[in-house]
């Protein structure tokens, strides 16, 4: 394995070297042996030349590479859709089900590096932090013949780092965060809250760290391809009878507008006409989940034990 690389000087360049590191690695998945962080970095006057540190010794290495490709086609055998759209659902709902957001290595980065910052902690454990979904959803995406790049920025409260997708659907770009709607959701519904904004969407919650593709198509946002956008009481009827009538008890709408006492006396109404949907003499209890942000909603009706 080559480990040093000499490149000449880019008096142009805007990022460091470091940093150009780094967007590297989240840009190749499959290159989960190489610790993009720990990387040595030796200056000359015309040239800088890169020392690589890998996680993995040569033969480990071609283990670990058949693996992967062996747990990634299984993964993809179950990708079910014909539309790029279909098959970011399937992949998004997939992540969503089986993997867990791995607390651990915030707390420990390097304990549980590489496994819970690279697509191995997806694939192999069931459990990662965003930087290793995020990348381990491109890697599927790309596989689907989906463009796809993981993006990387703060949260809101520019305590921590934060990495997600941007995606292209059939033409147009959307920020995807799988990581987030698994934070999200709960046993009784998976969470779309962050499927294909816009970046006034996510610029709510999300600052970017660098400029990244234009985003501001709706078009394939999870909840209006689904008809869940409300703008009044007759919307929420409209959706909790079709809902009735396929005898689901779970509901997600999101408030196109932008007035919080209104989006809450939505939730209210929703939250009272999904309880009317209940059996005669059924005891029933409500679970709600709000995500005030987006003013998204999801409830689910759930009859009480005994």
Request: aromatic share 12%; net charge neutral; with cysteine.
């Given at each position: 394995?080559?480990?040093a690389?000499t490149?000449?000087?880019?008096p142009?360049?805007?990022?460091?070297l470091?940093?150009?590191?780094?967007?590297?690695g989240?840009?190749?998945?499959?290159?989960?042996y190489v610790?993009?962080?720990?990387c040595?970095?030796?200056?000359a006057?015309l040239?800088?030349?890169?020392e690589?540190?890998y996680?993995y010794?040569?033969?480990e290495?071609a283990?670990?590479?058949a693996?992967?490709?062996?747990?990634l086609?299984k993964?993809?055998?179950h990708?079910?859709?014909?539309t790029?759209?279909?098959?970011e659902?399937?992949i998004?709902d997939m992540?969503?089900?089986?993997?867990?957001?791995?607390?651990?290595?915030t707390?420990?980065?390097?304990?549980?590096a590489?496994?819970a910052?690279s697509?191995?902690?997806v694939?192999?454990y069931?459990?990662?932090t965003c930087g290793?979904?995020s990348m381990a959803?491109?890697m599927?995406l790309?596989l689907?013949?989906i463009?796809c790049?993981v993006a990387?920025?703060?949260?809101?409260?520019?305590?921590?780092a934060?990495?997600?997708n941007?995606?292209?659907i059939?033409?147009?770009a959307?920020h995807?965060?799988?990581t987030?709607?698994?934070?999200?959701s709960?046993p009784?519904?998976?969470?779309h809250?962050?499927f294909?904004?816009t970046?006034?969407?996510?610029?709510?919650e999300?600052?970017?760290?660098?400029?990244?593709?234009?985003?501001?198509s709706?078009?394939?946002?999870?909840?209006k391809r689904n008809?869940l956008?409300?703008s009044?009481?007759q919307?929420?009827?409209?959706?909790i009878s079709s809902?009735k009538m396929?005898?689901?008890?779970v509901?997600?709408?999101?408030?196109i507008?932008d007035?919080?006492?209104?989006f809450?006396?939505?939730?209210?109404?929703?939250?009272?006409?999904?309880?009317?949907?209940?059996?005669?003499?059924?005891?029933?209890?409500?679970?709600?989940?709000i995500?005030?942000e987006?003013?998204?909603c999801?409830?689910?009706?759930?009859?009480?034990n005994g």
């Amino acid at each position: 394995m080559q480990k040093a690389f000499t490149f000449f000087n880019d008096p142009s360049s805007q990022y460091p070297l470091s940093q150009i590191l780094y967007f590297v690695g989240l840009d190749n998945p499959h290159l989960f042996y190489v610790d993009f962080h720990c990387c040595s970095i030796t200056e000359a006057p015309l040239s800088k030349t890169i020392e690589l540190t890998y996680w993995y010794s040569q033969d480990e290495i071609a283990i670990l590479k058949a693996k992967v490709d062996t747990v990634l086609g299984k993964m993809l055998s179950h990708i079910k859709g014909k539309t790029e759209y279909e098959k970011e659902l399937a992949i998004h709902d997939m992540l969503v089900r089986n993997v867990t957001y791995n607390f651990g290595a915030t707390e420990h980065p390097y304990q549980y590096a590489p496994r819970a910052s690279s697509i191995m902690g997806v694939l192999f454990y069931k459990t990662a932090t965003c930087g290793g979904i995020s990348m381990a959803a491109k890697m599927l995406l790309n596989l689907c013949n989906i463009k796809c790049i993981v993006a990387y920025g703060v949260a809101k409260d520019g305590a921590e780092a934060h990495a997600w997708n941007i995606v292209k659907i059939e033409g147009a770009a959307y920020h995807l965060d799988i990581t987030w709607d698994i934070s999200t959701s709960s046993p009784a519904w998976i969470s779309h809250d962050y499927f294909n904004l816009t970046d006034s969407d996510i610029l709510l919650e999300h600052n970017p760290a660098v400029r990244y593709p234009v985003c501001s198509s709706t078009k394939y946002n999870f909840h209006k391809r689904n008809g869940l956008w409300v703008s009044d009481e007759q919307d929420i009827t409209k959706i909790i009878s079709s809902m009735k009538m396929q005898g689901k008890r779970v509901l997600t709408f999101r408030y196109i507008g932008d007035n919080q006492i209104k989006f809450n006396s939505l939730i209210k109404i929703a939250g009272q006409q999904l309880a009317a949907t209940a059996s005669p003499g059924e005891s029933v209890q409500l679970s709600t989940s709000i995500n005030h942000e987006l003013f998204i909603c999801s409830m689910a009706l759930k009859g009480k034990n005994g």
